[in-house]
Nanobody, 118 residues
Framework: VQLAESGGGLVQAGGSLRLSCAAS????????MGWYRQAPGKQRDLVAI???????NYAESVKGRFTISRDGAENTVYLQMNSLKPEDTAVYYC?????????????WGKGTLVTVSS
């Protein structure tokens, strides 16, 4: 299973970016896809997740600014990030969770860097 992220980059504060993550090589049902981020010297934290029924949850720090969406048929998840702040600077990782033969599976992408300048 591979998760390919794209869309990171450098943006000024107040700007927008859209991250994409496509899962390939899956032979199981992906139940949840999401985005996590890790700033330098900090732990990896949840940004947003979305289930295969479309239920989304967000970290408090991004509510109202970020929107997660998912194309279930394509196993692709997106993160629309608006009103970006310097504190949003981090490496953003895509995550996918599912079940195969009763066992939970979890996969991570390699990450894409988002840098927000002040």
């Amino acid at each position: 299973v591979q998760l390919a992220e794209s869309g990171g980059g450098l943006v000024q504060a107040g700007g927008s970016l859209r991250l994409s993550c496509a899962a390939s090589g899956t032979d199981f049902s992906i139940n949840v896809m999401g985005w996590y981020r890790q700033a330098p010297g900090k732990q990896r934290d949840l940004v947003a997740i979305i289930t295969n029924t479309g239920t989304a949850n967000y970290a408090e720090s991004v509510k109202g600014r970020f929107t997660i969406s998912r194309d279930g048929a394509e196993n692709t998840v997106y993160l629309q990030m608006n009103s970006l702040k310097p504190e949003d600077t981090a490496v953003y990782y895509c995550n996918a969770e599912g079940v195969k033969y009763g066992s939970s599976l979890e996969y991570w992408g390699k990450g894409t860097l988002v840098t927000v300048s002040s």
